[in-house]
């Protein structure tokens, strides 16, 4: 998580990794508009928000209005005391782990718990101030925050995985009494279109690949960009990205890829999705299943 400071009196918002960088850049931005504030003062305008430089999308897709909107907005319709929330992945579910920290520290929320569906979630909700238990120590959940890589509008389907955690994060968010996709109007798609991220046991990748050509998708190796070699999921396994042109039959895609021996999971969210947190330009819809 980095740290933001905000003024709305004097229009000023800066941001930082660490809070005495952003104390610094707040200390300039004040300065240059003749605005006198203490440091403790300065402390009480900055909140946690997430880093740009953890989350695939960049400064881009985090600080995009839509995004932040929707986050921060699916956080305060619906998480409630007592709950334990899955937290998922994603630029706009980022700032919905944010906001769920926020209101814990602030005292308007109490006695939450978390599961994160990923080590980016688990590391955001951690810096965040969210307590946190392990997978294993539930087995249901009130509810589940999560991103997706492309959602329909038609069915109460996603396709996830870009990340390349979609094994946990299907568990996390078939656990859950309601599983809500945070994400933007751009991610919308009819028929589903996104590559389909596929967890595969490494010496079967061939074998694999043969099989769901015969099935009517192009698999293609993930590979890592900050590194040589392919990605490998914290299960220990690759992930093909498999194009098969658009999904008419979304249901008949996820059946024969489960036929598939050497698959470990898949990326499509078949008939999960309870409700959609749209961040649009100036508001936010939602979308009931």
Do not use: C
Not at 58 to 79: S, Y
Not at 135 to 163: F, H, M, W
């Amino acid at each position: 998580m980095a740290k933001e400071f905000t003024d709305d009196d004097n229009d000023i918002q800066v941001w930082a990794e660490s809070e005495a960088d952003t104390i610094e850049k707040a200390r300039e931005e004040l300065d240059a508009a003749d605005v006198e504030m203490s440091d403790e003062e300065i402390e009480d305008h900055i909140e946690v928000i997430p880093s740009p430089n953890r989350i695939k999308s960049g400064a881009d897709g985090v600080f995009d209005a839509r995004r932040r909107r929707g986050g921060i907005r699916t956080a305060q319709d619906l998480i409630e005391d007592g709950m334990d929330v899955g937290l998922g992945t994603g630029s706009t579910t980022a700032w919905a782990v944010a906001e769920i920290g926020r209101m814990i520290r602030h005292g308007e929320l109490e006695d939450v718990r978390g599961v994160a569906t990923s080590l980016q979630s688990h590391e955001l909700a951690k810096e965040a101030g969210i307590p946190l238990v392990n997978l294993d120590a539930v087995t249901e959940l009130d509810i589940t925050i999560d991103g997706a890589d492309q959602y329909s509008e038609d069915e109460p389907t996603v396709i996830k995985g870009g990340g390349g955690a979609h094994a946990r994060e299907k568990v996390v968010d078939a656990m859950a009494d309601q599983l809500v996709i945070a994400t933007d109007e751009e991610k919308a798609t009819d028929p589903l279109d996104f590559p389909v991220p596929v967890e595969v046991m490494p010496d079967a990748r061939e074998v694999v690949s043969k099989d769901i050509r015969e099935v009517g998708g192009e698999p293609e190796l993930r590979m890592a960009v900050k590194k040589d070699g392919p990605v490998f999921t914290a299960n220990g396994n690759l992930v093909l990205d498999v194009d098969f042109g658009g999904l008419d039959d979304t249901a008949g895609t996820a059946r024969d890829l489960e036929k598939i021996p050497g698959i470990l999971e898949h990326g499509i969210f078949l008939d999960m999705v309870d409700t959609v947190y749209l961040g649009t330009e100036d508001d936010v819809d939602v979308l009931e299943f």
